[in-house]
């Protein structure tokens, strides 16, 4: 009796299981444990001073007084956080804010990381005398940073992630 009792358990089981790969997997059920945040895009002036101060506080990056955010991405959704942005800096402060940078700049010929490509605004060929910087912090997170001239103007390309 005990074996037929195990024996229909299974039974049921197989079929559940067979349900869910049917119908998908479990994409229909909500997981509290798996909550994810939300993607945010700013483009101009929604790009606003408080979104560069998060971006100072997720990134340790000082940016001098002027500085001017273009476009942001925050990619919450998905397991892995990430952000990118593009900011306009003063000419004059480029300088200091190499200076502070957290890490070293390179040589360049570390590969810079591609989060941003999917981005229409994300056009690092344009820039012209680059330096990049890239470093692991600390809780498995990784930042890089590109800054050059587009023009006249000094543009840093943000490029942050979290495993």
Same mark, same amino acid.
């Given at each position: 009796?005990?074996?037929?009792?195990?024996?229909?358990?299974?039974?049921?089981?197989?079929?559940?299981?067979?349900?869910?790969?049917?119908?998908?997997?479990?994409?229909?059920?909500? %997981?509290?444990?798996?909550?994810?945040?939300?993607?945010?895009?700013?483009?101009?002036?929604?790009?606003?001073?408080?979104?560069?101060?998060?971006?100072?506080?997720?990134?340790?990056?000082?940016?001098?007084?002027?500085?001017?955010?273009?476009?942001?991405?925050?990619?919450?959704?998905?397991?892995?956080?990430?952000?990118?942005?593009?900011?306009?800096?003063?000419?004059? #402060?480029?300088?200091?804010?190499?200076?502070?940078?957290?890490?070293?700049?390179?040589?360049?010929?570390?590969?810079?990381?591609?989060?941003?490509?999917?981005?229409?605004?994300? #056009?690092?060929?344009? %820039?012209?005398?680059?330096?990049?910087?890239?470093?692991?912090?600390?809780?498995?997170?990784?930042?890089?940073?590109?800054?050059?001239?587009?023009?006249?103007?000094?543009?840093?390309?943000?490029?942050?992630?979290?495993?």
């Amino acid at each position: 009796m005990k074996r037929l009792a195990t024996l229909a358990i299974l039974s049921m089981l197989s079929l559940f299981v067979l349900a869910i790969l049917s119908t998908g997997g479990l994409s229909w059920m909500k %997981l509290p444990f798996l909550s994810f945040g939300d993607d945010t895009q700013l483009s101009g002036t929604a790009f606003d001073q408080k979104t560069l101060d998060q971006v100072s506080k997720i990134t340790g990056l000082t940016f001098p007084d002027g500085t001017q955010g273009l476009e942001y991405a925050y990619f919450g959704s998905g397991i892995d956080d990430s952000m990118v942005a593009k900011i306009r800096i003063p000419d004059w #402060k480029k300088e200091e804010f190499m200076f502070n940078l957290p890490f070293a700049p390179d040589d360049g010929t570390v590969p810079f990381h591609i989060m941003g490509a999917g981005q229409p605004w994300w #056009k690092l060929e344009t %820039l012209t005398d680059r330096s990049t910087a890239s470093n692991s912090l600390p809780h498995a997170q990784h930042l890089s940073v590109i800054i050059g001239h587009q023009g006249d103007e000094v543009i840093v390309y943000v490029s942050w992630h979290c495993t």
